[in-house]
C-alpha cells in the first residue's frame, strides 16, 4: 500500500529538478528551495503525513580537515519534511567506531517511525561530552533507503557550538533577506566578526587579520613549512659548495646546477640576450608595467639621433605611428630606502622597441630619473659587460617591484584585507560566500607563514634583496596609494590604460594573450552566477551582508577597513554590474593574476646575473668598458645565492588544485552547480589552445595553462 501511494506523489526536489530543467521554472525562486517547497506542498500535495512501521535513513558526515576539527561529543539530528513531519532526535554512533574524526566520512543508519520522503532541513546538535567536544563539520547528506535516488545534501561547513540547535536547510543557500533563520545567521556573523578582526600590521600597509584565526590555519605542515623544506631540500640536491664564498666565474656559477631537485633554470643560458630581456616585460613575473610609448619623457635623455641605429631605418615618428616603442618607467622606487647605507636600488626607465622579426629588445636604459652627467643612457652599442651591468641594475629595480607590489602587495597583501572583510560580514549560507571561499584556501596562512619566516627582520627578503624588509613596506604603503580595482584589479582596463588591450600591438605580449581569456571566462562565470541568485536591483539594495562588506572594502585602513580604491559603487553596490566587476577583480587576483606572478620565480630568481634582488657596490655612471670580474663582484655570494635558489623553488611549487577543480565544494544548488560545470569546460578549451600555442614559443609561456593556475594564493 505505501509503495502504491508514493508512486503516486511527485516529491518536491523532483519536481523543482523537472521544472528547472524543461525551462519552467521562471516563477521559481532563485535563491533557495524553501519557498518552492511550501508552494509545492499547498499546491501539489506531495507530502502526506504518514506513519509506517519502520523508516530507515542513510546519513553521511564529513568532518572538515582542520586542526581540532574532530570531536569526541555526542551527536543528536532531527530530519524534518517539507510538509512539516519531523523524526524523533537520533544519536549518531557506530559501535566500536571511533566517529567524527578530522577529515573522515562516517556513515550512519538511523530508523525511526515517522517516514520523512523530502527532507527540507536538519535540526542538529552536540553536547560536551569527550575530553576534545569541539566540532568543525563540512557537510550531512541524508536519504530516506526508500527512496535512495533523492539524496538531500546540508553544507554545513561550521563550528558546531556545545548544545545550541542548528537549523540548516536543505542546500543552505539564501540570500540574508530571505532566510528563515534570520537569528542563526546573525549569530554567526557576530562570531566571525570577534575572530576575523581587520588591522594594519605595518603602519600605512594593506589590512590584514590581527591574529590568524584557528580556522585559517593549515591543517597538515609539511608543504608549507618553508624552513623544514629547505632544509630538506639542500640536502637532497647535494649542494655543498654553496657554503662560503664567492663566485670564481659566471661558468664555474653554472656549474653548481647539477641536481633533478634544483636544476638549471631556463634563464642561464638565455639571461644576457636582449631578445630574452625583452621577453621578461611581456611574458614572465613582471608582465603588467610596460606601456605603450608614444612620446619620449623629459626626464629621459635620449634624442632621435641616439636611438636611430637601432629602428631598422624607422624615424621616431614612424615608430610611434606604428606602436613598435614601449617603456617601463620606475619613477616609484625613487628614493626608495634600502636595508643599509651599503646597498642603493635605482629608479631606471628603459625603451624597447618592437623589431621587424617582432622581437621586443631595449635600447635605451636610464639607471636614474634625473638627467645628468654622471647618469648616462646605456645603449646596446656599449661595450658588452657595460650593457649588461645597466641590464642587471635595471632588473634589480625590476625585481624590487616584482617581489614588494606584483607579487607580495597586489596579491597575497590586498587579497588579505578582502578575506578578512568576506568573514566579517557575510553568511557561510550566503551564495556569494560560495562562490568565493574556494578562492580563499590558505591565502591567510600562507601569509601568516611568508611574513614570519621571510619577510621579518633579519628574514629572507633582508638577505636577499637591496632593498630588504624597510624599502619593501614603503613600496608597498607607495602602491597601495595607486592600485585601483577598476583599473589595475580588472585587467582589460589595465591593458587599456596602458595602451596594451589591442592584440595587434605587441603581438608577443604572452601574459595578454593567455590571461585575458582566463579574465572573460571568470567574468562570464561570475555573471552567470550573479544573475542566477539576484534578478532584481532591489535584491541586491537589500541585501545588508554585500552591502556591509561593500562598505568595509572601502573603509579607510586606519579605521578597520580594507581601504580599496576604484571600488565600482565606491561601498553601495546598486546593480549587477558593480557586483559583477567587484567579484571578477577577486578571483581573478587570488587565481591568474597570482599564478603569473608566482610560478616563474625560480627560472628568472635561481640564476643571479639574470634577475638580480642583490647587487653589491654602485651602478655604472659612465660607459667605462667593464669585465667579467665586475659582474661577479657585484652579484651575491654562494650562501645567499642558494637562498635564493632554494625559496624561489619552493614558492614556484604548485600548492592547491587547478582552476575550477575546487578542494571543497561549497555549491550544492543545482543550477549553480551547472554554472560551476560550464565554467570548467571552458577552462578546458582554454587550456587545449594554450598548450597549443606553446608549440610555437620559444620559450613556451606555461603559466597561465588553466591547469597550471591554482584556485588560491596557496603558496
Same mark, same amino acid.
Given at each position: 500500500?505505501?509503495?502504491?501511494?508514493?508512486?503516486?506523489?511527485?516529491?518536491?526536489?523532483?519536481?523543482?529538478?523537472?521544472?528547472?530543467?524543461?525551462?519552467?521554472?521562471?516563477?521559481?525562486?532563485?535563491?533557495?528551495?524553501?519557498?518552492?517547497?511550501?508552494?509545492?506542498?499547498?499546491?501539489?500535495?506531495?507530502?502526506?503525513?504518514?506513519?509506517?512501521?519502520?523508516?530507515? !535513513?542513510?546519513?553521511?558526515?564529513?568532518?572538515?580537515?582542520?586542526?581540532?576539527?574532530?570531536?569526541?561529543?555526542?551527536?543528536?539530528?532531527?530530519?524534518?519534511? =517539507?510538509?512539516?513531519?519531523?523524526?524523533?532526535?537520533?544519536?549518531?554512533?557506530?559501535?566500536?567506531?571511533?566517529?567524527?574524526?578530522?577529515? +573522515?566520512?562516517?556513515?550512519?543508519?538511523?530508523?525511526?517511525?515517522?517516514?520523512?520522503?523530502?527532507?527540507?532541513?536538519?535540526?542538529?546538535?552536540?553536547?560536551?561530552?569527550?575530553?576534545?567536544?569541539?566540532?568543525?563539520?563540512?557537510?550531512?547528506?541524508?536519504?530516506?533507503?526508500?527512496?535512495?535516488?533523492?539524496?538531500?545534501?546540508?553544507?554545513?561547513?561550521?563550528?558546531?557550538?556545545?548544545?545550541?540547535?542548528?537549523?540548516?536547510?536543505?542546500?543552505?543557500?539564501?540570500?540574508?533577506?530571505?532566510?528563515?533563520?534570520?537569528?542563526?545567521?546573525?549569530?554567526?556573523?557576530?562570531?566571525?566578526?570577534?575572530? !576575523?578582526?581587520?588591522?594594519?600590521?605595518?603602519?600605512?600597509?594593506?589590512?590584514?587579520?590581527?591574529?590568524?584565526?584557528?580556522?585559517?590555519?593549515?591543517?597538515?605542515?609539511?608543504?608549507?613549512?618553508? @624552513?623544514?623544506?629547505?632544509?630538506?631540500?639542500?640536502?637532497?640536491?647535494?649542494?655543498?659548495?654553496?657554503?662560503?664564498?664567492?663566485?670564481?666565474?659566471?661558468?664555474?656559477?653554472?656549474?653548481?646546477?647539477?641536481?633533478?631537485?634544483?636544476?638549471?633554470?631556463?634563464?642561464?643560458?638565455?639571461?644576457?640576450?636582449?631578445?630574452? &630581456?625583452?621577453?621578461?616585460?611581456?611574458?614572465?613575473?613582471?608582465?603588467?608595467?610596460?606601456?605603450?610609448?608614444?612620446? #619620449?619623457?623629459?626626464?629621459?635623455?635620449?634624442?632621435?639621433?641616439?636611438?636611430?641605429?637601432?629602428?631598422?631605418?624607422?624615424?621616431?615618428?614612424?615608430?610611434?605611428?606604428?606602436?613598435?616603442?614601449?617603456?617601463?618607467?620606475?619613477?616609484?622606487?625613487?628614493?626608495?630606502?634600502?636595508?643599509?647605507?651599503?646597498?642603493?636600488?635605482?629608479?631606471?626607465?628603459?625603451? &624597447?622597441?618592437?623589431?621587424?622579426?617582432?622581437?621586443?629588445?631595449?635600447?635605451?636604459?636610464?639607471?636614474?630619473?634625473?638627467?645628468?652627467?654622471?647618469?648616462?643612457? &646605456?645603449?646596446?652599442?656599449?661595450?658588452?659587460?657595460?650593457?649588461?651591468?645597466?641590464?642587471?641594475?635595471?632588473?634589480?629595480?625590476?625585481?624590487?617591484?616584482?617581489?614588494?607590489?606584483?607579487?607580495?602587495?597586489?596579491?597575497?597583501?590586498?587579497?588579505?584585507?578582502?578575506?578578512?572583510?568576506?568573514?566579517?560580514?557575510?553568511?557561510?549560507?550566503?551564495?556569494?560566500?560560495?562562490?568565493?571561499?574556494?578562492?580563499?584556501?590558505?591565502?591567510?596562512?600562507?601569509?601568516? +607563514?611568508?611574513?614570519?619566516?621571510?619577510?621579518?627582520?633579519?628574514?629572507?627578503?633582508?638577505?636577499?634583496?637591496?632593498?630588504?624588509?624597510?624599502?619593501?613596506?614603503?613600496?608597498?604603503?607607495?602602491?597601495?596609494?595607486?592600485?585601483?580595482?577598476?583599473?589595475?584589479?580588472?585587467?582589460?582596463?589595465?591593458?587599456?590604460?596602458?595602451?596594451?588591450?589591442?592584440?595587434?600591438?605587441?603581438?608577443?605580449?604572452?601574459?595578454?594573450?593567455? @590571461?585575458?581569456?582566463?579574465?572573460?571566462?571568470?567574468?562570464? !562565470?561570475?555573471?552567470?552566477?550573479?544573475?542566477?541568485?539576484?534578478?532584481?536591483?532591489?535584491?541586491?539594495?537589500?541585501?545588508?551582508?554585500?552591502?556591509?562588506? @561593500?562598505?568595509?572594502?572601502?573603509?579607510?585602513?586606519?579605521?578597520?577597513?580594507?581601504?580599496?580604491?576604484?571600488?565600482?559603487?565606491?561601498?553601495? #553596490?546598486?546593480?549587477?554590474?558593480?557586483?559583477?566587476?567587484?567579484?571578477?577583480?577577486?578571483?581573478?587576483?587570488?587565481?591568474? =593574476?597570482?599564478?603569473?606572478?608566482?610560478?616563474?620565480?625560480?627560472?628568472?630568481? @635561481?640564476?643571479?646575473?639574470?634577475?638580480?634582488?642583490?647587487?653589491?657596490?654602485?651602478?655604472?655612471?659612465?660607459?667605462?668598458?667593464?669585465?667579467?670580474?665586475?659582474?661577479?663582484?657585484?652579484?651575491?655570494?654562494?650562501?645567499?645565492?642558494?637562498?635564493?635558489?632554494?625559496?624561489?623553488? #619552493?614558492?614556484?611549487?604548485?600548492?592547491?588544485?587547478?582552476?575550477?577543480?575546487?578542494?571543497?565544494?561549497?555549491?550544492?544548488?543545482?543550477?549553480?552547480?551547472?554554472?560551476?560545470?560550464?565554467?570548467?569546460?571552458?577552462?578546458?578549451?582554454?587550456?587545449?589552445?594554450?598548450?597549443?600555442?606553446?608549440?610555437?614559443?620559444?620559450?613556451?609561456?606555461?603559466?597561465?595553462?588553466?591547469?597550471?593556475?591554482?584556485?588560491?594564493?596557496? #603558496?
Amino acid at each position: 500500500m505505501w509503495s502504491n501511494i508514493n508512486q503516486m506523489l511527485v516529491r518536491p526536489a523532483t519536481l523543482i529538478s523537472r521544472l528547472r530543467s524543461t525551462g519552467n521554472a521562471k516563477s521559481l525562486p532563485q535563491h533557495g528551495t524553501r519557498a518552492v517547497r511550501q508552494r509545492l506542498c499547498q499546491t501539489h500535495s506531495p507530502c502526506v503525513i504518514m506513519s509506517a512501521s519502520s523508516s530507515s !535513513y542513510n546519513i553521511v558526515v564529513k568532518t572538515g580537515d582542520r586542526k581540532k576539527a574532530g570531536t569526541d561529543a555526542n551527536i543528536r539530528i532531527v530530519l524534518h519534511g =517539507a510538509c512539516g513531519q519531523k523524526t524523533s532526535p537520533a544519536k549518531l554512533d557506530n559501535l566500536f567506531r571511533d566517529d567524527f574524526e578530522r577529515g +573522515r566520512t562516517d556513515n550512519f543508519t538511523v530508523r525511526d517511525d515517522v517516514d520523512v520522503r523530502s527532507i527540507s532541513k536538519i535540526e542538529m546538535w552536540r553536547d560536551k561530552a569527550g575530553v576534545a567536544s569541539e566540532w568543525y563539520v563540512d557537510t550531512i547528506e541524508v536519504r530516506n533507503e526508500a527512496s535512495p535516488c533523492d539524496i538531500f545534501m546540508f553544507p554545513i561547513y561550521r563550528w558546531v557550538k556545545a548544545n545550541f540547535h542548528y537549523s540548516i536547510l536543505h542546500l543552505d543557500t539564501f540570500l540574508p533577506q530571505d532566510d528563515p533563520n534570520p537569528d542563526q545567521r546573525h549569530m554567526e556573523i557576530a562570531d566571525k566578526r570577534t575572530t !576575523y578582526e581587520v588591522t594594519q600590521k605595518v603602519k600605512g600597509a594593506t589590512a590584514q587579520v590581527k591574529q590568524i584565526p584557528d580556522d585559517e590555519q593549515f591543517s597538515f605542515d609539511y608543504k608549507w613549512n618553508i @624552513a623544514t623544506r629547505k632544509i630538506k631540500m639542500i640536502a637532497q640536491s647535494k649542494i655543498i659548495s654553496l657554503v662560503s664564498g664567492t663566485w670564481e666565474s659566471l661558468a664555474h656559477l653554472k656549474n653548481v646546477y647539477t641536481s633533478e631537485i634544483l636544476k638549471e633554470p631556463t634563464s642561464a643560458t638565455r639571461w644576457s640576450n636582449d631578445i630574452y &630581456f625583452g621577453l621578461q616585460r611581456t611574458a614572465n613575473m613582471n608582465h603588467s608595467v610596460i606601456k605603450l610609448c608614444s612620446k #619620449i619623457p623629459e626626464n629621459l635623455a635620449a634624442t632621435e639621433d641616439m636611438l636611430k641605429p637601432f629602428l631598422e631605418g624607422w624615424s621616431l615618428k614612424q615608430v610611434f605611428d606604428t606602436n613598435r616603442l614601449f617603456i617601463v618607467d620606475y619613477k616609484i622606487l625613487e628614493g626608495l630606502p634600502c636595508k643599509s647605507d651599503k646597498f642603493m636600488v635605482c629608479a631606471p626607465m628603459a625603451l &624597447f622597441f618592437l623589431n621587424g622579426e617582432q622581437h621586443l629588445v631595449p635600447i635605451a636604459i636610464q639607471l636614474k630619473q634625473k638627467p645628468a652627467e654622471d647618469n648616462p643612457v &646605456f645603449l646596446p652599442t656599449d661595450p658588452l659587460w657595460t650593457w649588461m651591468m645597466a641590464k642587471m641594475w635595471f632588473n634589480n629595480a625590476d625585481a624590487s617591484y616584482h617581489q614588494s607590489l606584483t607579487h607580495l602587495g597586489f596579491t597575497h597583501l590586498l587579497m588579505e584585507g578582502v578575506v578578512v572583510v568576506t568573514h566579517r560580514n557575510i553568511s557561510q549560507s550566503h551564495p556569494l560566500f560560495k562562490l568565493l571561499a574556494p578562492h580563499y584556501l590558505y591565502l591567510i596562512a600562507i601569509n601568516t +607563514r611568508g611574513l614570519e619566516l621571510l619577510v621579518s627582520e633579519g628574514g629572507w627578503v633582508d638577505k636577499t634583496m637591496n632593498i630588504g624588509i624597510k624599502g619593501m613596506f614603503e613600496l608597498i604603503r607607495r602602491g597601495i596609494n595607486e592600485w585601483r580595482m577598476d583599473q589595475h584589479g580588472t585587467l582589460p582596463e589595465d591593458l587599456r590604460a596602458r595602451g596594451m588591450l589591442s592584440p595587434k600591438v605587441l603581438p608577443g605580449y604572452h601574459f595578454r594573450t593567455d @590571461a585575458l581569456p582566463l579574465y572573460y571566462a571568470i567574468n562570464t !562565470y561570475v555573471k552567470k552566477y550573479v544573475k542566477l541568485y539576484y534578478d532584481t536591483p532591489e535584491k541586491i539594495t537589500s541585501d545588508w551582508e554585500i552591502q556591509n562588506w @561593500a562598505g568595509e572594502l572601502v573603509k579607510p585602513r586606519e579605521e578597520g577597513g580594507c581601504g580599496l580604491l576604484g571600488v565600482p559603487g565606491n561601498g553601495k #553596490i546598486e546593480n549587477q554590474e558593480q557586483l559583477i566587476v567587484i567579484l571578477t577583480s577577486i578571483i581573478y587576483t587570488c587565481s591568474v =593574476a597570482h599564478a603569473a606572478t608566482n610560478f616563474p620565480q625560480y627560472d628568472e630568481y @635561481a640564476f643571479p646575473p639574470n634577475y638580480p634582488a642583490s647587487l653589491a657596490g654602485k651602478p655604472p655612471t659612465d660607459k667605462t668598458p667593464l669585465e667579467e670580474k665586475d659582474i661577479l663582484k657585484a652579484l651575491p655570494d654562494k650562501p645567499t645565492t642558494l637562498d635564493v635558489m632554494v625559496v624561489t623553488k #619552493i614558492l614556484s611549487d604548485k600548492g592547491t588544485k587547478s582552476l575550477g577543480d575546487f578542494e571543497v565544494q561549497y555549491i550544492f544548488d543545482p543550477p549553480a552547480r551547472q554554472i560551476v560545470k560550464e565554467f570548467r569546460e571552458e577552462l578546458k578549451e582554454i587550456s587545449r589552445h594554450v598548450k597549443e600555442k606553446n608549440k610555437t614559443r620559444n620559450p613556451p609561456y606555461e603559466w597561465l595553462d588553466p591547469e597550471v593556475v591554482p584556485n588560491s594564493i596557496s #603558496i
